[in-house]
Protein backbone atom coordinates (compact mmCIF):
# COMPACT_ATOMS: atom_id res chain seq x y z
CA UNK A 1 0.00 0.00 0.00
CA UNK A 2 1.26 3.77 -0.95
CA UNK A 3 1.07 5.84 1.91
CA UNK A 4 -0.12 9.09 0.93
CA UNK A 5 3.00 11.87 1.91
CA UNK A 6 4.30 15.25 1.02
CA UNK A 7 7.72 16.62 1.03
CA UNK A 8 7.79 20.10 2.56
CA UNK A 9 11.09 21.86 2.76
CA UNK A 10 13.09 19.59 5.18
CA UNK A 11 9.74 17.83 6.88
CA UNK A 12 8.34 14.90 5.07
CA UNK A 13 4.50 14.39 5.67
CA UNK A 14 2.55 10.98 5.62
CA UNK A 15 -1.28 10.54 6.40
CA UNK A 16 -1.95 7.86 8.28
CA UNK A 17 -5.02 5.29 8.72
CA UNK A 18 -7.04 6.65 12.25
CA UNK A 19 -10.03 4.76 10.80
CA UNK A 20 -12.90 5.55 8.23
CA UNK A 21 -16.52 5.98 9.32
CA UNK A 22 -19.24 7.49 8.26
CA UNK A 23 -21.52 10.72 9.53
CA UNK A 24 -24.65 12.37 8.52
CA UNK A 25 -23.90 14.90 6.15
CA UNK A 26 -26.60 17.59 7.13
CA UNK A 27 -24.64 17.68 10.42
CA UNK A 28 -20.96 18.04 8.47
CA UNK A 29 -22.75 20.80 6.86
CA UNK A 30 -24.79 22.43 9.19
CA UNK A 31 -27.43 24.89 7.71
CA UNK A 32 -26.04 24.36 4.37
CA UNK A 33 -28.75 23.01 2.19
CA UNK A 34 -28.23 19.11 0.57
CA UNK A 35 -28.83 20.16 -2.66
CA UNK A 36 -25.65 22.41 -2.17
CA UNK A 37 -23.66 20.06 -0.20
CA UNK A 38 -23.96 17.19 -2.22
CA UNK A 39 -22.28 18.34 -5.23
CA UNK A 40 -19.10 17.75 -3.42
CA UNK A 41 -19.85 14.88 -0.83
CA UNK A 42 -22.26 12.40 -2.68
CA UNK A 43 -24.63 10.69 0.31
CA UNK A 44 -26.22 7.37 0.74
CA UNK A 45 -29.63 6.37 1.42
CA UNK A 46 -29.20 7.06 4.57
CA UNK A 47 -27.88 10.65 4.28
CA UNK A 48 -24.33 9.72 5.56
CA UNK A 49 -21.08 10.76 4.13
CA UNK A 50 -18.18 8.75 3.85
CA UNK A 51 -15.60 10.08 6.68
CA UNK A 52 -11.50 9.63 7.36
CA UNK A 53 -9.63 10.07 10.25
CA UNK A 54 -6.32 10.83 8.60
CA UNK A 55 -3.07 10.95 11.65
CA UNK A 56 -0.85 12.93 9.96
CA UNK A 57 2.90 11.85 10.60
CA UNK A 58 5.17 14.98 10.76
CA UNK A 59 9.15 13.74 10.15
CA UNK A 60 11.87 16.28 10.43
CA UNK A 61 15.49 15.86 10.93
CA UNK A 62 15.56 15.19 14.47
CA UNK A 63 11.62 14.66 15.66
CA UNK A 64 8.98 12.58 14.56
CA UNK A 65 5.14 13.81 15.51
CA UNK A 66 1.80 13.26 15.15
CA UNK A 67 -1.09 15.46 14.72
CA UNK A 68 -3.94 13.73 16.50
CA UNK A 69 -4.24 9.81 17.16
CA UNK A 70 -7.53 8.84 15.32
CA UNK A 71 -10.40 7.03 16.72
CA UNK A 72 -8.24 4.62 17.97
CA UNK A 73 -8.95 0.52 18.89
CA UNK A 74 -11.01 0.58 22.13
CA UNK A 75 -14.47 0.81 20.51
CA UNK A 76 -16.62 -1.71 21.42
CA UNK A 77 -18.66 -3.41 19.07
CA UNK A 78 -21.79 -1.52 19.77
CA UNK A 79 -19.79 1.72 19.26
CA UNK A 80 -18.49 0.29 16.07
CA UNK A 81 -21.71 0.01 14.69
CA UNK A 82 -23.18 3.50 16.14
CA UNK A 83 -20.28 5.35 14.26
CA UNK A 84 -20.37 3.46 11.18
CA UNK A 85 -17.22 2.27 11.43
CA UNK A 86 -15.78 0.76 7.70
CA UNK A 87 -12.10 0.84 8.43
CA UNK A 88 -10.64 0.24 11.86
CA UNK A 89 -7.74 2.32 13.32
CA UNK A 90 -4.40 0.23 11.98
CA UNK A 91 -1.97 3.49 12.94
CA UNK A 92 0.72 1.11 14.68
CA UNK A 93 0.83 -1.20 11.23
CA UNK A 94 0.94 2.09 9.10
CA UNK A 95 3.91 3.29 11.48
CA UNK A 96 5.63 0.65 10.62
CA UNK A 97 5.34 0.61 6.95
CA UNK A 98 7.60 4.45 6.72
CA UNK A 99 9.77 2.44 9.51
CA UNK A 100 8.99 3.81 12.64
CA UNK A 101 7.48 1.71 16.15
CA UNK A 102 5.45 3.37 18.90
CA UNK A 103 8.38 4.21 20.62
CA UNK A 104 10.03 6.57 17.84
CA UNK A 105 7.05 9.01 18.58
CA UNK A 106 8.66 11.91 20.34
CA UNK A 107 5.44 14.53 20.05
CA UNK A 108 1.45 14.24 19.79
CA UNK A 109 -0.06 17.63 18.89
CA UNK A 110 -3.79 17.11 19.74
CA UNK A 111 -5.63 19.44 18.00
CA UNK A 112 -8.38 18.73 20.16
CA UNK A 113 -10.15 15.81 22.45
CA UNK A 114 -13.11 14.22 20.54
CA UNK A 115 -13.23 10.66 20.67
CA UNK A 116 -12.32 10.53 16.45
CA UNK A 117 -8.73 12.41 17.40
CA UNK A 118 -8.01 11.69 21.04
CA UNK A 119 -9.43 7.84 20.68
CA UNK A 120 -5.82 6.77 20.03
CA UNK A 121 -4.12 8.26 22.79
CA UNK A 122 -4.41 5.08 24.80
CA UNK A 123 -4.92 1.40 22.47
CA UNK A 124 -5.75 -2.05 23.99
CA UNK A 125 -2.74 -4.30 24.05
CA UNK A 126 -2.59 -7.62 25.28
CA UNK A 127 -5.77 -7.60 27.41
CA UNK A 128 -4.77 -4.09 28.91
CA UNK A 129 -4.52 -0.34 28.44
CA UNK A 130 -1.42 1.29 27.59
CA UNK A 131 -0.28 4.60 25.89
CA UNK A 132 0.13 4.43 22.30
CA UNK A 133 2.91 5.99 22.21
CA UNK A 134 5.09 6.02 25.44
CA UNK A 135 8.06 7.95 24.63
CA UNK A 136 6.05 11.32 23.48
CA UNK A 137 4.36 14.17 25.14
CA UNK A 138 1.06 15.54 24.31
CA UNK A 139 0.43 19.11 23.84
CA UNK A 140 -2.96 19.87 24.55
CA UNK A 141 -4.35 23.76 25.35
CA UNK A 142 -5.14 24.52 28.82
CA UNK A 143 -9.29 25.51 27.93
CA UNK A 144 -9.54 22.11 25.92
CA UNK A 145 -7.79 20.24 29.14
CA UNK A 146 -10.22 22.24 31.56
CA UNK A 147 -13.22 20.90 29.54
CA UNK A 148 -11.73 17.26 29.53
CA UNK A 149 -11.78 17.17 33.37
CA UNK A 150 -14.68 18.90 33.99
CA UNK A 151 -16.51 18.43 30.66
CA UNK A 152 -20.08 19.88 29.77
CA UNK A 153 -23.22 18.15 28.54
CA UNK A 154 -22.30 18.10 24.97
CA UNK A 155 -18.73 17.02 25.81
CA UNK A 156 -19.66 14.25 27.79
CA UNK A 157 -20.39 12.23 24.74
CA UNK A 158 -17.42 12.40 22.93
CA UNK A 159 -14.80 13.40 25.47
CA UNK A 160 -14.25 9.78 26.92
CA UNK A 161 -12.06 9.42 29.98
CA UNK A 162 -10.91 6.28 28.90
CA UNK A 163 -8.66 8.44 26.18
CA UNK A 164 -7.08 10.19 29.20
CA UNK A 165 -6.56 8.34 32.29
CA UNK A 166 -2.73 7.42 31.82
CA UNK A 167 -1.67 10.81 30.53
CA UNK A 168 -0.93 12.42 33.42
CA UNK A 169 -0.10 9.28 35.11
CA UNK A 170 2.78 8.83 32.77
CA UNK A 171 3.79 12.11 33.28
CA UNK A 172 3.36 12.78 28.81
CA UNK A 173 0.62 15.88 29.17
CA UNK A 174 1.62 19.18 28.14
CA UNK A 175 -0.74 21.73 29.07
CA UNK A 176 0.13 24.79 27.08
CA UNK A 177 -1.92 27.93 27.34
CA UNK A 178 -2.34 29.97 23.66
CA UNK A 179 0.29 29.66 20.97
CA UNK A 180 3.57 27.98 21.32
CA UNK A 181 6.79 26.75 18.89
CA UNK A 182 7.23 23.28 20.07
CA UNK A 183 10.44 22.86 18.03
CA UNK A 184 11.36 25.18 15.24
CA UNK A 185 9.67 25.54 12.55
CA UNK A 186 6.46 24.05 14.38
CA UNK A 187 3.66 25.68 15.99
CA UNK A 188 0.79 25.84 17.80
CA UNK A 189 -1.90 27.70 17.30
CA UNK A 190 -5.10 28.70 19.48
CA UNK A 191 -7.90 29.14 17.65
CA UNK A 192 -11.20 28.28 19.83
CA UNK A 193 -14.20 27.67 17.46
CA UNK A 194 -14.87 24.58 16.98
CA UNK A 195 -14.13 23.55 20.80
CA UNK A 196 -13.26 26.38 23.69
CA UNK A 197 -9.04 24.79 23.50
CA UNK A 198 -8.92 23.90 19.50
CA UNK A 199 -5.48 24.30 18.20
CA UNK A 200 -4.15 24.08 14.45
CA UNK A 201 -0.54 23.40 13.67
CA UNK A 202 1.36 25.36 11.38
CA UNK A 203 4.39 23.70 9.18
CA UNK A 204 7.52 26.03 8.32
CA UNK A 205 10.72 24.44 6.66
CA UNK A 206 13.06 26.25 3.96
CA UNK A 207 10.59 28.89 3.31
CA UNK A 208 7.76 26.39 2.07
CA UNK A 209 4.45 26.23 4.77
CA UNK A 210 1.47 23.55 5.45
CA UNK A 211 -1.18 24.47 8.07
CA UNK A 212 -3.65 21.91 9.59
CA UNK A 213 -6.55 23.78 10.79
CA UNK A 214 -7.91 20.99 12.08
CA UNK A 215 -12.18 20.64 12.60
CA UNK A 216 -12.15 24.51 11.33
CA UNK A 217 -11.47 22.77 7.68
CA UNK A 218 -12.57 19.07 8.16
CA UNK A 219 -13.12 18.64 4.17
CA UNK A 220 -12.06 20.62 0.74
CA UNK A 221 -15.86 20.79 0.45
CA UNK A 222 -15.59 23.28 3.54
CA UNK A 223 -13.55 26.15 2.10
CA UNK A 224 -16.57 28.53 1.97
CA UNK A 225 -16.00 30.19 5.31
CA UNK A 226 -19.89 29.94 5.73
CA UNK A 227 -19.68 26.42 5.58
CA UNK A 228 -19.54 24.93 8.98
CA UNK A 229 -20.50 22.12 11.28
CA UNK A 230 -23.12 21.31 13.34
CA UNK A 231 -20.77 20.45 15.46
CA UNK A 232 -18.73 23.15 15.75
CA UNK A 233 -19.64 24.82 19.41
CA UNK A 234 -18.71 28.28 18.51
CA UNK A 235 -19.77 29.06 15.19
CA UNK A 236 -19.36 32.63 14.66
CA UNK A 237 -15.70 31.97 15.62
CA UNK A 238 -15.06 29.05 13.26
CA UNK A 239 -16.70 31.83 10.87
CA UNK A 240 -14.05 34.43 11.86
CA UNK A 241 -11.44 32.17 11.97
CA UNK A 242 -11.99 30.55 8.45
CA UNK A 243 -11.80 34.10 6.66
CA UNK A 244 -8.73 35.48 8.73
CA UNK A 245 -6.65 31.98 8.13
CA UNK A 246 -7.66 31.63 4.89
CA UNK A 247 -6.75 34.93 3.66
CA UNK A 248 -3.22 34.88 5.33
CA UNK A 249 -2.24 31.01 4.38
CA UNK A 250 -3.26 31.75 0.42
CA UNK A 251 -0.50 34.66 0.35
CA UNK A 252 2.12 32.55 2.02
CA UNK A 253 0.82 30.26 -0.87
CA UNK A 254 0.65 27.51 1.75
CA UNK A 255 -0.69 23.77 1.59
CA UNK A 256 -3.82 22.98 3.49
CA UNK A 257 -3.36 19.80 5.28
CA UNK A 258 -6.81 17.52 6.11
CA UNK A 259 -7.69 14.88 8.46
CA UNK A 260 -11.70 13.72 7.15
CA UNK A 261 -11.37 14.50 3.42
CA UNK A 262 -11.96 11.34 2.53
CA UNK A 263 -10.54 11.72 -1.33
CA UNK A 264 -7.92 15.11 -0.43
CA UNK A 265 -5.23 14.68 1.65
CA UNK A 266 -4.09 18.14 1.02
CA UNK A 267 -4.54 21.17 -1.23
CA UNK A 268 -3.81 25.13 -1.93
CA UNK A 269 -6.17 27.82 -2.41
CA UNK A 270 -6.18 30.66 -5.14
CA UNK A 271 -6.59 34.20 -4.85
CA UNK A 272 -10.79 33.94 -4.53
CA UNK A 273 -10.16 31.15 -1.47
CA UNK A 274 -11.07 28.49 -4.30
CA UNK A 275 -9.75 25.29 -4.00
CA UNK A 276 -6.43 24.74 -6.79
CA UNK A 277 -5.78 21.07 -7.46
CA UNK A 278 -2.85 22.29 -9.98
CA UNK A 279 0.03 21.45 -7.83
CA UNK A 280 -1.66 18.02 -5.72
CA UNK A 281 -2.24 15.29 -8.11
CA UNK A 282 -0.55 13.10 -6.30
CA UNK A 283 -2.63 13.43 -2.71
CA UNK A 284 -5.97 12.99 -4.65
CA UNK A 285 -7.37 9.68 -4.01
CA UNK A 286 -8.36 7.47 -6.76
Keep these: MTIPSLKLGEFHIYWLNGGHFRLDGGTMFGAVPKVLWEKKCIADKKNTIPMCNDVLLVKTPDHNILIDTG ?17 EWSLITELAEVGLTRADIDLVLLTHCDFDHAGGIVMQSQNKEELSFPNAVHYIQQKEWEDVERPNRRAQSTYWPENFSL ?13 REVISGIKLIHTGGHTRGHQMVELCSNGETAVHLGDLYPTHAHTNPLWIMAYDNFPLEVIDRKEEYFNYYQKLDSWFTFYHDHTVKACKLDE ?9 DSLIAP
Design 167 to 179: LKKKGKLQIISGD
Design 71 to 87: IGNKLSDKLLSIFQVTK
Design 272 to 280: QGLVNFSNN
